[in-house]
């Protein structure tokens, strides 16, 4: 199996420049050798970044409790009820929200079915392991499309997913008024940025041009804008949710963020180094969740919330505490709660968007 320097590498042989989100794709998802494709333990204190679900088993017992919340609202019919995870890496975060319902909301519990949607063989044998004691109520497809026949019918959703999404990342020419696509290029071993001729995509901003500095960089994820429109088309009745790193439109669009959100991440440091260790490093990017909810609205979709992390949670913490489904955390919940929610750690850059049918 070629690695991903050795497969970017072939490409641009070939045409001389490649856009960043293919640089990115095969840096984080070539078969069996991406980032994403052959490290398991990226996540955590030995890994390269921590994650909601790597601070403990908190973070999914919450959802669980909303998850479930939404589900009892559902008007009872023939259709199954299902919780719909994209992204689920190892598997931890459904085996939280599944441990969390088989022993709160049994009855729930046994009627629902547990989907993931993941395209990775590899990915798929860790979450198998992690979810063997669950293993009658949860279903794998690689993708929507082999999903179902019919639209799901309770909850989809996604945690620091859409961040991992390839991205197209551009450039302000300040004396030309026009805006550019960074490609990837080679100076001899070494991977370089390099504009790209032409770019099917275009920038429309025409309120802030005026002011944007040149060489300012915004990134755009057609990627994740189609996800969510086909989630969308998949949902018959109830919530389609996103947790990640984001940011509104005028937030991303600020004359002061001009060097774009693009980061890399290896053993917990920040890179702006974005084109060094093609495969040895995590790549990503704030969301665009303005974008992302207009996507669901045209689809047909009611945006029911966008929230920080810390309200979103806060909010279900304390309607927890009110059904006694919790009657208190202990000392280590605390901790776990603290870490998620403040600003010093993972409340200050997470948003949360949930839409309904």
């Known amino acids: ?9 072939q490409e641009i042989e070939v045409s001389g420049v490649i856009s960043f989100a293919r640089f990115m794709e095969l840096a984080l998802y070539a078969p ?3 980032y994403y494709e052959r490290q398991r333990e990226n996540v955590g204190r030995r890994g390269d970044f921590i994650t909601s679900v790597s601070t403990g088993s908190l973070f999914g017992e919450l959802l669980a409790f909303q998850f479930a919340a939404w589900l009892e609202e559902l008007p009872v ?13 190892d598997g931890k975060l459904a085996a939280d929200i599944l441990h969390w319902l088989q022993r709160h909301r049994p009855e729930l519990f046994a009627e629902i079915e547990y989907v993931i949607l993941e395209p990775s063989p590899h990915r798929q ?7 063997k004691d669950f293993a009658p109520r949860v279903r794998w497809f690689s993708g929507f499309d082999a999903a179902a026949v019919a639209p799901f019918t309770g909850v989809i959703f996604s945690n620091e997913l859409l961040d991992a999404f390839p ?4 450039g302000w020419d300040a004396a030309a008024k ?3 696509e960074w490609g990837v290029a080679l100076a001899g071993e070494k991977f370089v940025w390099a504009k790209l001729a032409s770019s099917e995509l275009a920038i429309c901003n025409s309120e802030l041009e005026a002011v944007l500095p040149d060489g300012y960089i915004v990134e755009v994820s057609p990627v994740a804008e189609n996800w969510w429109r086909t989630a969308a088309g998949f ?5 389609l949710l996103a947790l990640d790193y984001g940011l509104a439109a005028d937030e991303l669009f600020s004359p002061a963020r001009r060097s774009g959100t693009l980061r890399a991440y290896h053993r917990h440091r920040v890179s702006d180094d974005l084109l060094a260790n093609a495969g040895e490093q995590d790549l990503t990017a704030h969301v665009n969740f303005s974008a992302i909810q207009k996507v669901g609205e045209a689809a047909g979709l009611r945006t029911k919330n966008f929230l920080t992390q810390p309200q979103f949670l806060t909010q279900i913490l304390a309607a927890a505490v009110k059904d006694k489904s919790f009657t208190g955390l202990d000392a280590k919940q605390v901790r776990q709660f603290q870490t998620l929610t403040h600003p010093e750690h993972l409340g200050r850059a997470f948003r949360v968007l949930v839409q309904a049918r």
Do not use: D
Request: net charge positive.
């Open 167 to 170: 991205v197209h990342r551009f």
């Open 235 to 239: 949902l018959a009745n109830g919530k």
């Open 77 to 89: 019919a023939k259709a199954k009820r299902q919780i719909v995870e994209a992204g689920a890496h």
């Open 1 to 9: 199996m070629k690695t991903p320097t050795e497969l970017i590498r």
């Open 178 to 180: 026009t805006w550019f």
């Open 125 to 131: 044998s860790w979450q198998a392991e992690t979810l």
């Open 32 to 34: 069996a050798t991406g």
